[in-house]
């Protein structure tokens, strides 16, 4: 029996990957299926495909980011989840991300990713201070020294640029992304679509 995947291309930084976080593996798992956490730097991806952030781009349309907000709450609400915009918004990445890639296949990695996710999202922490970063690893019993180190690794930038490069291949142009198989699934409302592609597969 061949297990499904749906691979799951995420970001720190986007509230909506945050959310995708907390619904997508649950959702999954319904249909015996599992979810391939995939980091990329979403500035990157932007940058690559010309894009920009929704308070960017609709930042001058009236009535649009508060819709936005509305709609993430009903989506809140009907998940039962707890959600609070990081007061540092927009946060800087680069470095949990690069520490997502050094987490890439460790005993750790579910562990790290729910960490940064939380102190994003949840305790609205500044996540691009190397200090508090530190803290909030060893808060939750990571490797905090061996995390740090490796964000200056060599090989570690380059595995965060390869994989963002890789995604803009595949066609993302933002966070959050999932494919169930080639299919390409943008943005928290399109999980009733990941329901029937998985219960199709």
């Known amino acids: 029996m ?18 995708i976080h907390k619904t997508l593996p649950d959702l999954a798992a319904r249909f015996g299926a599992t979810v ?13 495909t010309n894009n920009q952030s929704p308070m960017q781009a609709f930042g001058g349309v009236q009535g649009k980011l508060q819709y936005h907000m509305r709609e993430t709450q009903r989506f809140i609400k009907r998940h039962n989840l707890t959600f609070h915009m ?3 918004f927009p946060v800087m ?8 890639i050094y987490a890439q296949g460790k005993e750790w990695e579910t562990k790290y990713i729910s960490a940064v996710f939380d102190a994003m999202w949840v305790h609205g922490q500044k996540m691009d201070d190397p200090a508090v970063i530190g803290d909030v690893l060893s808060e939750n019993g990571l490797p905090a020294s ?6 200056q690794d060599q090989s570690v930038k380059q595995g965060l640029i390869k994989a963002t490069s890789a995604a803009v291949g595949r066609g993302i142009f933002g966070s959050p992304t999932m494919f169930v198989g080639d299919e390409m699934f943008f943005g928290k409302e399109t999980l009733p679509e990941i329901e029937e592609a998985l219960g199709a597969a």
């Open 2 to 19: 061949v297990t499904k995947t749906v691979d799951f291309l995420y970001d720190f930084g986007s509230p909506n990957a945050y959310l």
């Open 36 to 48: 391939t956490y995939q980091p990329i730097l979403l500035g990157g991806v932007f940058k690559a």
């Open 86 to 88: 990081n007061p540092h």
């Open 93 to 100: 990445t680069i470095g949990v991300m690069r520490g997502a």
């Open 146 to 151: 061996k995390i740090m180190e490796a964000t």
